[in-house]
């Protein structure tokens, strides 16, 4: 059993740092924004030939330049980054768009080293091997955190925010990428209401169910939060960082559920404790994901509609848990009135 429990453990935590590792900005998270490119072309009106979307609503700008040799300059114009015909990926160190871009507010968030500026000479780093990259390119996003000034939450309409452009350079070829930012209203207040009661009453109802059967539907509740934290995590492009939490909080409900069978198993007292508060991650994963019940736009390709019903699920599993190791608290400290007497 030992045995079993450093594989599972080594296997979740193979499943977060593999993604994880490559990565150099921060995870997208459930969005109102969008960002959509509507024209790629040269300065003749022709078609560049290279491939390009925007993922996480409006994080990440995706760039498949297989084949090709493209250039992406920096916010100054200095070199940024390289793609090299062979597939090879270049990241110019002493760009200060290479830290910028480390996070999705640029400078509010992270500071550009001294020695990056646009004119310092390039220093490039192989980044990638495949030909595609991608990074949170602060032209084609808001940046800020607070609601643009031109966008009124409350008329539930999709709401122009700006128009964008990204030049690069393809083959020699001058060639600029156009796009528009829009806010996109969510679910209303009722919707995410009603999905809130959902979780409220799952709580109540494995509440009522009893610890014996908890340890089940927190099972069930981690292979299903833990697929779609696969589906979100290995579907992100090269260059775009991931949610850790997506996979670490239902492998270690799973691992924790090992345990407490193994405990069970040798007699330990404590097992009923450990299988009963498994269901504590899972209802981490769905404070993390909560986003989704307001928001319209959720990283990866699951579409927010089935998101929302696994994020009910997730924070019921964890309010039952509270409820239930609640109970159990109260029952272990209840004074007995003849034993006192």
């Known amino acids: 059993m030992r045995r079993r429990l450093v594989w599972l453990t080594g296997l979740v935590a193979l499943l977060v740092l593999g993604p994880a590792g490559a990565a150099f900005a921060d995870p997208a998270g459930p ?29 990440y700008l995706v760039l498949d330049a297989r084949g090709r040799s493209v250039a992406v300059p920096g916010y100054e114009g200095e070199p940024y980054l390289r793609f090299d015909a062979d597939g090879s990926v270049w990241v110019n160190e002493r760009s200060p768009a290479r830290w910028l871009n480390d996070a999705r507010f640029g400078s509010l968030e992270v500071e550009v080293p001294v020695g990056a500026s646009a004119d310092a000479p390039p220093e490039w780093r192989m980044v990638s091997r495949g030909g595609v990259w991608s990074w949170h390119d602060h032209r084609i996003h808001f940046m800020s955190p607070s609601l643009p000034a031109q966008v009124d939450p409350t008329a539930g309409t999709v709401q122009a925010v700006t128009s964008w452009e990204v030049p690069l350079t393809v083959d020699d070829d001058e060639v600029v990428v156009r796009g528009e930012l829009d806010w996109v209203p969510g679910p209303s207040t009722l919707v995410s209401a009603i999905w809130g009661g959902l979780a409220a009453l ?17 099972g069930v509740a981690a292979l299903v939060t833990g697929a779609s934290g696969a589906a979100a995590t290995w579907t992100m492009p090269a260059g775009a960082d991931v949610e850790p939490a997506l996979l670490v909080l239902p492998g270690v409900a799973l691992v924790i559920l090992a345990v407490g069978r193994w405990w069970a198993r040798q007699g330990d007292p404590r097992a009923e404790w450990v299988v009963t508060g498994a269901g ?29 019903p ?14 239930l190791l609640g109970r159990r608290v109260v029952l272990a400290t209840r004074v007995d009135p003849d034993a006192d007497a």
């Open 280 to 308: 504590v991650p899972i209802g981490i994963w769905g404070v993390v994901q909560i986003g989704a019940l307001t928001r319209p736009i959720v990283p990866g390709p699951l579409p927010v509609a089935a998101v929302r």
């Open 202 to 218: 799952g709580a109540v109802g494995l509440l009522l169910a009893g610890a014996s059967r908890a340890p089940a539907v927190t």
């Open 310 to 323: 696994i994020v009910a699920v997730a924070l019921a599993v964890g309010v039952g848990t509270v409820l």
């Open 31 to 59: 969005t109102h924004f969008r960002s959509t490119a509507t024209q790629i072309e040269t300065a003749d009106g022709e078609d560049p030939g290279i491939g390009l979307e925007i993922v996480g609503g409006d994080a």
